[in-house]
């Protein structure tokens, strides 16, 4: 019973006892021990991207962990303060905690800030686990802080500018929408076609339609295209109506030599005839009689 209980505490470096010695083949196996580090002394990553962790994901790590120890190191940095701080490896840091292991194996790498933020970043995008939020707002972190263009941001990560330029449209869409993405109401494509509309009553509108409705990325892609060519008719209409308004008023003003203003409205309009005095207002009297 107490081996077994030492061997959980302390996770990989148990299953690693007994390296370099023969194997079942009599084959002698070089094995790389990583050190044991104390979970107490390890710090949360600032840099973190990912901002959310379902528990019931956690609790099956954790019972694993219970049962086989941690197979994967975490990876951390070595502060000045003798402790440490993560890189990468929260989940399995914080399953090792929920499984009561003390000490948890480590990859001890040295980074600067930028260095710790990109490798998070990094082996989060390629393990798939971070929503595009999440991806978006690590994005514009790293651009903000360490100032760098999108296409220097493209070769750290790996991606295509056309993609990161993609996630970090995703911010203009408003919160509520952001949040959408995150709990998977929709899609990455519905997102992007949203972002196509200059309105954000509008984006509200349609993420509604989406959520309640079921629609595809094609259908959102139809509305889209609909919804921002509105825009261009009704001013091609309001323009339309204001050249008549004005050929109007200067077919009254020149048969009644006064100044004429006629004003359209959603029902109907004014028409208003000025005077300057008294004079002018006995003519229009005498037109309307």
């Known amino acids: 019973m107490n081996t077994k209980k030492n061997a959980l505490g302390r996770g990989l470096g148990a299953l690693l006892e007994g390296a370099n010695e023969e194997s079942s083949h009599g084959v002698s196996t070089p094995v790389i021990a990583f050190p044991l580090i104390d979970i107490d002394e390890i710090e949360a990553n600032p840099y973190q991207p990912r901002d959310r962790f379902e528990q019931e994901a956690l609790k099956g790590l954790s019972e694993s962990i219970k049962h086989q120890g941690l197979i994967q190191p975490i990876t951390v940095r070595k502060l000045k303060n003798g402790k440490y701080q993560l890189i990468s490896g929260e989940r399995r840091l914080r399953a090792s905690k929920m499984a009561g292991l003390n000490q948890i194996p480590a990859f001890i790498r040295e980074a600067d800030d930028e260095a710790v933020l990109q490798m998070a970043l990094v082996e989060n995008i390629q393990r798939e686990n971070l929503n595009a939020i999440e991806i978006a707002l690590t994005f514009d972190k790293l651009m903000e802080e360490y100032k760098m263009t999108q296409e220097m941001l493209s070769e750290k990560v790996g991606k295509k500018r056309t993609t990161v330029a993609n996630y970090l449209r995703l ?54 295209r609909g919804m921002a060519s509105m825009p261009e008719k009704k001013t091609a209409r309001k323009k339309e109506k204001e050249n008549a308004h004005e050929a109007l008023q200067k077919t009254i003003a020149e048969k009644i030599g006064l100044k004429v203003l006629v004003k359209g409205g959603a029902k109907g309009g004014t028409l208003t005839i000025h005077f300057k005095n008294e004079d002018e207002l006995k003519k229009i009297e005498t037109i309307f009689h």
């Open 171 to 224: 911010l203009k869409l408003p919160i509520e929408i952001q949040a959408g993405i995150r709990d998977n109401k929709i899609t990455m494509g519905h997102a992007r076609s949203l972002v196509g509309l200059d309105d954000q009553d509008k984006m509200r509108t349609v993420f509604e339609r989406i959520v309640s409705e079921d629609l595809s990325v094609r259908q959102v892609e139809d509305i889209v």
